[in-house]
């Protein structure tokens, strides 16, 4: 197998999580804190919070690893998306039917709604999911009750999602 293939094509899944428990170990070490989103969220949202009932942008929230996580996030995302060759500027979804205002407009709610279960489930666990993935390595008691359900219900959902299909991918 060549460097060139292994880098460009999927990875197993035994190779990504160790690679994942390495980089989980390292941050621990490296920052002496397990690597989460929800401090960087909570910075950034109490500095919304502050400019907004002040009238004034003051003292924006410093640039730490914490923030610079979030940043990397969003940057690697489009990176990815540029070099995969898949970004495309979309005003509705492929394949549904309607005009574009209809479309467009259940992007936007699709979206919307996503975005709000997925910050829910992050202030309910307390921590992003790569944060309670962490804790569990440190043998925390509720990471591996969160770790359980999860997994629990996605097993669920997608049994579920699977015989709505009817089986078809």
Known sequence: MSIKSSLSGPWPFWITGAVLAFLGIFMLYLFDDALGMSDGMLMIAEFCKTSAQEKAVANPPPLDWQTGFLGGI?????????????????????????????GAGKAILTGFCGG????????????????????????????????????ATSIITSVLLARRSGGKS
């Open 74 to 102: 969003f940057i690697g995302a489009i990176g990815c998306a540029f070099i995969s060759g898949k970004w495309k500027i979309r005003f509705k979804p492929e394949n549904t039917p309607g005009g574009m205002a209809v």
């Open 116 to 151: 709000f279960l997925v910050m829910l489930g992050l202030q309910l666990s307390g921590d992003s999911f790569f944060g309670q993935w962490i804790s569990a390595m440190q043998l925390s008691a509720g990471s591996w009750i969160f770790l359980g359900v999860f997994i």
